[in-house]
């Protein structure tokens, strides 16, 4: 068993995040309840986990003295991470008679990591949960770091709280299963990542065959791309600072997201990152400097693997003003994280109207 990190995510508790990259996961996860000797075991499945990644799971602890838990099942996708989800997961806790000293094992995607996190750091004023992250994104992202919540009037992670799982453990054998659209939306975050590190890791990606992906490969890029997210986020896990680099593409690609499911259709949140990346690559270039043959060839690579999101311009002042709901912004002003080289990070920039205008002309033309 191989303990890559410890993130020290709230001052005021001793919790710390511990990050496994599987080997063994029966071990692995008999380690990871131990820490805390829950006198209840839940696990929060969706749908599509419930059938594919919870006999893995079961199998695992078939041995041991955890194999007894209830199992809670959600909707799959985004348009479950509501109000009443989470309603629904605290009302099954209740029932099934969770304490404060139960423990939720979250075994899904983003969707069940952000909401099952909220549920348990807010059911009985929060109790210790586990992340078995079982999609690309939320292997590299969504499960790390301590950020759960749900959407809220149509906003995107609108409510939530910082609270980290206690630990995380990533086991790639879950993206044998993981269809290629999913893979491609969790790759986003691996670019993103890339782009705020170094340029031996951004070639590596562009260069990554995504169509026919060589999971040996993926994984040990897996593991490199955590490493990126954990050394930000140990630096500063509310985000007052440099936690911010890891919006770089999110305040675009949230607000394509946005108007999306206003509209009712369907986007894969790291195809939204993705255009969004193109988007802010652009102000980077035109406002910070990055170099233009790199914004072409991350557009290019964009285009390529993730299409097109069709908009018009009839709906510049839509995108905008969902901008302008960003979780980042301080007194109303849109504040981007922009780039003046790969690896070269500048937080808190401003664009106005004219220049995001600009950026969504770039977008739809390049
Ligand atoms: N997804 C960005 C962050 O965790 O801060």
Redesign the pocket.
């Given at each position: 068993m191989y303990y890559f990190c410890s993130i020290k995510i709230q001052d005021t508790s001793s919790v710390e995040q511990q990050i496994v990259i599987s080997r063994n996961l029966p071990a692995e996860l008999t380690v990871a309840i131990d820490r805390v000797q829950p006198d209840r075991l839940f696990v929060l499945t969706d749908v599509n986990t419930r059938d594919l990644c919870l006999p893995v799971l079961r199998d695992a602890l078939s041995a041991s003295k955890y194999q007894s838990f209830n199992v809670i099942t959600i909707g799959a996708s985004d348009e479950a991470k509501t109000l009443d989800t989470l309603a629904e997961v605290w009302t099954a806790l209740g029932e099934g008679g969770a304490t404060r000293h139960s423990m939720l094992i979250n075994l899904g995607g983003g969707m069940v990591t952000d909401l099952g996190g909220f549920a348990a750091s807010t059911f009985k004023r929060g109790i210790a949960y586990v992340n078995i992250p079982t999609t690309l994104l939320a292997m590299v992202?969504?499960s790390?770091?301590?950020?759960t919540g749900i959407n809220f009037r149509g906003l995107k992670n609108e409510i939530g709280v910082f609270n980290a799982a206690s630990t995380v453990i990533l086991d790639t054998q879950f993206l044998q299963t993981l269809d290629t659209q999913n893979i491609r939306s969790g790759y986003a975050?691996m670019l993103k990542h890339g782009l705020i590190s170094d340029e031996a890791m951004l070639v590596e990606l562009l260069a990554f065959d995504i169509f026919q992906p060589d999971l040996e490969h993926l994984k040990a890029m897996v593991a490199k791309s955590v490493a990126v997210?954990e050394r930000?986020?140990t630096e500063d896990p509310h985000?007052h600072g440099i936690?911010?680099a890891?919006?770089l593409g999110?305040t675009a690609g949230h607000a394509f997201e946005s108007l999306a499911l206003q509209e009712n259709r369907t986007v894969l949140h790291g195809y939204a990152v993705a255009w969004g990346l193109v988007c802010e690559l652009y102000l980077s270039a035109t406002r910070c400097g990055f170099p233009t043959t790199r914004l072409h060839q991350v557009s290019q690579f964009v285009k390529e693997t993730y299409g097109m999101f069709p908009f018009t311009c009839k709906e510049y002042d839509r995108l905008y003003e969902l901008m302008t709901h960003d979780k980042k912004n301080t007194a109303g002003i849109i504040n981007f994280t922009l780039l003046g080289g790969v690896g070269d990070i500048r937080i808190n920039q401003q664009a106005s109207k004219d220049d995001i205008f600009e950026m969504l002309d770039y977008y739809r033309e390049s």
């Open positions: 992202d969504a790390v770091g301590g950020k975050e997210k930000i986020v985000e936690r911010k890891l919006n999110h």
